[in-house]
Nanobody, 124 residues
Framework: QVQLVESGGGSVQPGGSLRLSCAASGRTFSDHGMAWFRQAPGKEREFVAAISWRGASTNYADSTKDRFTISRDNDKDTMYLQMNNLKPEDTAVYYC?????????????????WGQGTQVTVSS
């Protein structure tokens, strides 16, 4: 059974930074594309960033591409999301997801396993 465990969320002031981690187990991490999604209260889940199986390809939402960086360490079975210059509109529960495919898809239907989420709150 695949397990994805997010960590690193918290509260931060506008302009601050956070680094999220997603620890994976249950299947060969390096064979699968991974992604981050988020969901704010009252809103639909939205794509944040994705990374291909070896990290050679990345994909970002327009709202995050200049501030967030997705990466992965296949030796540690862990994916990361470095978030800089955070804004109040970044407040959401952030979820990591694992794909049965190798690419960096933006579509949630491309992912078959999801973590439980970690809360990120950006407020002054």
């Amino acid at each position: 059974q695949v397990q994805l465990v997010e960590s690193g969320g918290g509260s931060v002031q506008p302009g601050g930074s956070l680094r999220l981690s997603c620890a994976a187990s249950g299947r060969t991490f390096s064979d699968h594309g991974m992604a981050w999604f988020r969901q704010a209260p009252g809103k639909e889940r939205e794509f944040v960033a994705a990374i291909s199986w070896r990290g050679a390809s990345t994909n970002y939402a327009d709202s995050t591409k200049d501030r967030f960086t997705i990466s992965r360490d296949n030796d540690k079975d862990t994916m990361y999301l470095q978030m800089n210059n955070l804004k109040p509109e970044d407040t959401a529960v952030y979820y990591c997801a694992s794909s049965p495919y190798k690419g960096a898809s933006w579509h949630p239907d491309s992912y078959d396993y999801w973590g439980q989420g970690t809360q990120v709150t950006v407020s002054s």
